[in-house]
């Protein structure tokens, strides 16, 4: 790819240069503001490939970059979202953002850095990637758990083609109990090991082999039956070795085997095999001092050596033997070296070697035991002569190094490559291959070049990164709100960059610098869930608010928009709290799980009162209540549609999560036009009357063409045609500039991972 665009630039300079220096007269100087000039085309282009955002006369090209946010307390969630200025404000539960590349990602392989999605479209694999194997024409193949790629649905296994794009050619049959650890390429075919106890209706279990360009099954291939994973395959002429943790092929055969290349029967003269319950996790074909070819065998063994040992390929046992203390679970040659890497902590020659060794390829006694790894490695992979470790592991040589590292080869020295992954990767769970001048990184998460931001995020609308020196928060975030030069926060948080601040806060803009205002709250488990602003004031609601500023409050109250005091409006809720709260026209609707207000016992879950006390008004009914909570109301086009978890309203009928409420007429629309049959967190209008609804729920008026998100037309009430399908809760969106942010619990959407946030405009097909 960086040789494409050098080629570019070189060819864009020459002609250049050719048309300089070919004319007969000097050239007329040209303003590169000029659309007709050539230097503004130049420019544009320039501005395009650097990624140029800067203010200038030239176009600006959308090169937003996909990021997601990770690794919350307990799940991870968006609550809320905010536009501020040319920022995206994110609220939740999460300590981390990365790139939302999916399971396989492109990187630097210098930096580690994600190559940028406008070079190189993310692959978006939606689900765990366990093996990459190049296909010697500039791509590769991946296996693992995943159902999708770039949308497209791939069961397992897939290819990717130069260019970063999913080949259309190459499908395998679709099986979703199908479990792949290891890829071989050899020849036209791929030989693909895992766990599956058939292939379609073929009996190929736990090894099969497929056209490596169609995906289409070679029945031909059958080594019979076998009983348990294939966890590595390696090949030497027309044959094959496999490790894993069967101890039948037909035969006895435990750990290791060898089989012909072409109809996958077992050479029954390679006699070789593991102690019972033995498993090799990985092989490499290598060489002795001689440069004889040598079959290096690791695992979890006793039998014929500890957990590795190395054989000739007719069987016969060499005499290396570096006797690792336990478990090995990758192995790599670079020249005289054998590297091992495990959860062992000491080798043949080494009391000290924990987890990544190089050993002698002759004797298997030390050579190398420095690498100072604080966790086990998983995956090993020589490339050149960097040697690229996944693991378990968070440190290398004194480095932070989270789970992802590599070292120059022979002197060990840690390189620059930092992928900064999100949690550990297991075996089998990862691989990296040669890319074009890249890499690519195959694991079982989804997110890379991972920094911490706890639980608030700011990012930059146009390139989507995130804004550096923002603060953190030590709990979750429920709800944010603008007004004027200040964001207020609300939450389950207690401090803010260690400064004391209990459920609520205040930032102060542009730089989202803390306010010295502390607010007081107190109550047990306190939580901020609501906020909004109007009549000078600033209101608030949520669960297990006893007081503020030393004033009983329960469950919500308000202070001043300019020097923050407490007012005396004051609602007293009890304590099942407020989940959202709408100013409109001098009241104040509250709306949550409750069952008294101002005293009043016979209150339920929605009501309005006055902003000045708190007093209760006759909107929107005096004895009309929903049977449960509230969570959500929104404003449009003089209706409150309000969502929750209620099935009906008392006195009027059922109203299954959703209701409408028309100001105008001062009822509820009934029968009710557009309902849910799960629980609704958000509504969020559109200026041309397209509604997306978020939640927990499997569909809208009985269709259930999509899970958690859907969307309807307002003034009909017509469910549209979008299904993205989350694979968990939507809490909450917002539209801006023509998009829809949606932020929730999910993982994926459209099949696509993206970190519990993406963004529409409900116009992408339905999923594939």
């Given at each position: 790819?960086?040789?494409?665009?050098?080629?570019?630039?070189?060819?864009?300079?020459?002609?250049?240069?050719?048309?300089?220096?070919?004319?007969?007269?000097?050239?007329?100087?040209?303003?590169?503001?000029?659309?007709?000039?050539?230097?503004?085309?130049?420019?544009?282009?320039?501005?395009?490939?650097?990624?140029?955002?800067?203010?200038?006369?030239?176009?600006?090209?959308?090169?937003?970059?996909?990021?997601?946010?990770?690794?919350?307390?307990s799940t991870t969630q968006v609550r809320s979202i905010l536009a501020y200025r040319n920022h995206l404000l994110i609220g939740g539960d999460f300590t981390k953002v990365g790139l939302a590349t999916g399971s396989v990602a492109i990187l630097d392989k210098q930096t580690g850095k994600a190559v940028p999605n406008r070079f190189c479209p993310f692959l978006k694999v939606n689900g765990e990637t366990y093996s990459a194997v190049s296909d010697g024409a500039g791509g590769f193949y991946i296996g693992g758990i995943f159902t999708h790629v770039q949308g497209f649905k791939r069961s397992q296994v897939a290819h990717i083609l130069p260019g970063c794009q999913l080949d259309p050619n190459f499908n395998v049959t679709e099986d979703s109990t199908r479990t792949v650890y290891?890829?071989?390429?050899l020849g036209d075919n791929l030989y693909?090991?895992?766990?599956?106890?058939?292939?379609?209706?073929?009996?190929?279990?736990?090894?099969?082999?497929?056209?490596?360009?169609?995906?289409?099954?070679?029945?031909?291939?059958?080594?019979?039956?076998?009983?348990?994973?294939?966890?590595s395959i390696v090949s030497f002429g027309n044959s094959l070795f496999i490790g894993g943790s069967f101890d039948t092929i037909g035969a006895l055969r435990i750990g290791i085997a060898k089989l012909n290349?072409?109809?996958?029967?077992?050479?029954?003269?390679?006699?070789?095999?593991?102690?019972?319950?033995?498993?090799?996790?990985?092989?490499?074909?290598?060489?002795?001092?001689?440069?004889?070819?040598?079959?290096?065998?690791?695992?979890?063994?006793?039998?014929?050596?500890?957990?590795?040992?190395?054989?000739?390929?007719?069987?016969?046992?060499?005499?290396?033997?570096?006797?690792?203390?336990?478990?090995?679970?990758?192995?790599?040659?670079?020249?005289?070296?054998?590297?091992?890497?495990?959860?062992?902590?000491?080798?043949?020659?080494?009391?000290?070697?924990?987890?990544?060794?190089?050993?002698?390829?002759?004797?298997?006694?030390a050579v190398k035991n420095d690498f100072d790894i604080d966790q086990p490695v998983t995956t090993l992979q020589l490339i050149g002569n960097q040697l690229y470790a996944l693991g378990l592991f968070t440190t290398a040589k004194g480095f932070s190094r989270n789970f992802a590292a590599s070292f120059d080869l022979p002197s060990g020295n840690l390189t620059d490559w930092n992928p900064s992954l999100l949690e550990t990767v297991s075996n089998p769970g990862g691989a990296v291959i040669a890319y074009g001048n890249?890499?690519?990184?195959?694991?079982?998460?989804?997110?890379?070049?991972?920094?911490?931001?706890?639980?608030?995020?700011?990012?930059?609308?146009?390139?989507?990164?995130?804004?550096?020196?923002t603060p953190e928060f030590d709990y979750g975030i429920q709800a944010m709100h603008l007004k004027g030069d200040k964001l207020i926060v609300g939450g389950s948080f207690e401090n803010v960059n260690g400064n004391p601040r209990r459920s609520l806060a205040l930032l102060d803009l542009p730089h989202y610098q803390l306010n010295a205002t502390n607010f007081g709250i107190v109550g047990l488990s306190a939580e901020v869930r609501t906020i909004t602003s109007g009549n000078g004031q600033i209101f608030f609601g949520g669960a297990g608010l006893d007081s503020i500023q030393s004033q009983t409050r329960n469950g919500v109250a308000s202070v001043t928009d300019d020097?923050?005091?407490?007012?005396?409006?004051?609602?007293?809720?009890?304590t099942g709290g407020a989940t959202s709260l709408l100013f409109l026209d001098n009241a104040v609707y509250i709306a949550g799980i409750y069952s008294t207000l101002n005293s009043d016992n016979t209150v339920l879950n929605y009501r309005a009162v006055d902003s000045i006390a708190g007093t209760a008004i006759s909107l929107p009914s005096i004895s009309n209540y929903p049977n449960f909570e509230v969570k959500t109301q929104t404003l449009y086009e003089g209706k409150i549609y309000l969502g929750g978890i209620f099935t009906s309203i008392s006195g009027i009928g059922t109203f299954n999560h959703i209701a409408i409420y028309d100001l105008a007429t001062k009822s509820y629309i009934n029968p009710n036009?557009?309902?849910?049959?799960?629980?609704?967190?958000?509504?969020?209008?559109?200026?041309?009357?397209?509604?997306?609804?978020?939640?927990?729920?499997?569909?809208?008026?009985g269709s259930t063409n999509s899970s958690n998100l859907a969307a309807f037309q307002a003034n009909t009430y017509e469910v549209l045609n979008w299904a993205p399908n989350p694979d968990n809760s939507a809490y909450t969106s917002l539209y801006h500039n023509g998009r829809w942010y949606v932020g929730g619990e999910f993982i994926h959407a459209f099949n696509k991972p993206n970190g519990g946030i993406f963004s529409t405009d409900l116009s992408e097909p339905p999923n594939r």
């Open positions: 790819m960086k040789r494409i665009l050098r080629c570019f630039f070189a060819t864009t300079l020459l002609i250049f240069l050719s048309i300089a220096f070919t004319q007969c007269k000097p050239a007329d100087l040209e303003n590169s503001c000029d659309v007709k000039s050539d230097s503004f085309l130049l420019a544009s282009v320039v501005r395009f490939v650097t990624g140029d955002k800067s203010p200038s006369c030239l176009p600006a090209f959308p090169i937003f970059e996909d990021y997601g946010v990770y690794g919350g307390a290891t890829l071989h390429l693909i090991g895992g766990n599956f106890a058939s292939w379609g209706s073929n009996p190929q279990s736990n090894i099969a082999s497929v056209n490596r360009y169609t995906g289409e099954l070679n029945t031909g291939f059958y080594p019979g039956a076998m009983n348990n994973y294939v966890y290349a072409t109809t996958g029967v077992v050479d029954t003269s390679f006699t070789a095999q593991l102690n019972p319950g033995g498993v090799a996790i990985d092989l490499n074909i290598g060489s002795d001092p001689q440069g004889s070819p040598v079959v290096y065998v690791v695992g979890s063994f006793s039998t014929p050596r500890n957990n590795a040992a190395a054989f000739y390929p007719d069987g016969t046992l060499t005499p290396w033997n570096p006797n690792p203390s336990d478990p090995v679970q990758a192995v790599q040659q670079y020249e005289n070296t054998v590297y091992l890497g495990g959860s062992f902590t000491n080798v043949s020659g080494a009391p000290i070697a924990n987890h990544l060794v190089g050993v002698d390829n002759d004797t298997g006694s890249d890499v690519a990184l195959a694991f079982n998460k989804y997110g890379v070049n991972l920094q911490p931001k706890k639980n608030f995020l700011v990012l930059d609308e146009a390139s989507g990164a995130p804004i550096d020196g020097n923050f005091t407490i007012t005396n409006w004051y609602p007293n809720l009890d036009p557009v309902y849910a049959n799960g629980f609704v967190q958000a509504f969020t209008p559109s200026p041309d009357g397209r509604i997306l609804v978020a939640g927990s729920f499997t569909g809208l008026n």
